[in-house]
């Protein structure tokens, strides 16, 4: 079998010089796929996600992407080498157009991005629609659109999204997994922290349940939907 895609294997380690809060955690996605990452509050599961794009250290363990060891590189040269992340607060600048934010998504590009802006128009018609728009005027769901897209904007392989329907209505929620699965149809491999787990588990390929830093259950979607442990656990019964 072939590697993952992006293969994260026995990351310990935490903020700083503080207490370590991921204890050996693993994290696979393949090419294309949706991997959710849930659990209790206090489980790791941004912290994970952090670890995977350098925005922490882990004394032990290893992040490849794509067959090339990227442990040691910084956030800033992940990018460049296809992760994009989107952030659970703080992701967009809200005194900016729309369009702007979208621009600002490309800086790292040298060439014509202006078929990828048109991309994420067709994926969020909404943001077409207000592209002159201050970013900050719009809804939370819309701003979420805004965040995702000009992650999008860096042409990633992977897209890592860090709650991305917190906040938002339910309406609005089932609507940005429908958009995140037409992202993974293209190849683009998704990464997800999710605190609607039961929803978020329908769409995933597969999931992680952290407990405390570590992986305590990894199936896929419906495998761990289907799991009595976990749906009594985690679930809500």
Request: aromatic share 6%; hydrophobic share 40%.
């Amino acid at each position: 079998m072939a590697d993952p895609f992006l293969n994260a294997e026995n990351m310990t380690g935490g903020y700083g010089s503080g207490a370590d809060i991921l204890h050996g955690c693993n994290i696979s996605v393949d090419k294309g796929q949706i991997a959710v990452i849930v659990g209790p509050n206090g489980a790791g599961k941004s912290t994970a996600m952090k670890a995977v794009f350098g925005m922490l250290n882990i004394h032990t363990g290893s992040v490849m992407l794509d067959g090339q060891d990227i442990t040691a590189l910084t956030p800033q040269a992940r990018v460049a080498k296809g992760m994009g992340f989107v952030p659970q607060v703080n992701n967009i600048f809200t005194t900016m157009t729309v369009e702007e934010n979208l621009e600002m998504g490309a800086f790292l590009r040298r060439d014509d991005f202006s078929d990828t802006i048109e991309q994420v128009y067709t994926l969020f018609p909404i943001l077409k629609e207000k592209r002159r728009q201050h970013a900050g005027e719009l809804s939370g769901g819309q701003r979420q659109q805004v965040a995702v897209g000009r992650a999008l904007m860096t042409q990633p392989s992977l897209l890592m999204l860090d709650e991305p329907t917190a906040g938002v209505s339910p309406i609005v929620m089932d609507e940005l997994f429908d958009r995140i699965i037409e992202v993974a149809r293209t190849g683009i491999s998704i990464l997800m922290v999710e605190q609607n787990a039961r929803q978020a588990l329908e769409i995933a390929d597969k999931g992680y349940v952290l407990v405390q830093g570590r992986n305590a259950y990894t199936d896929t979607g419906q495998a761990l939907l289907a799991n009595p442990e976990v749906r009594r656990t985690f679930l809500g019964g």
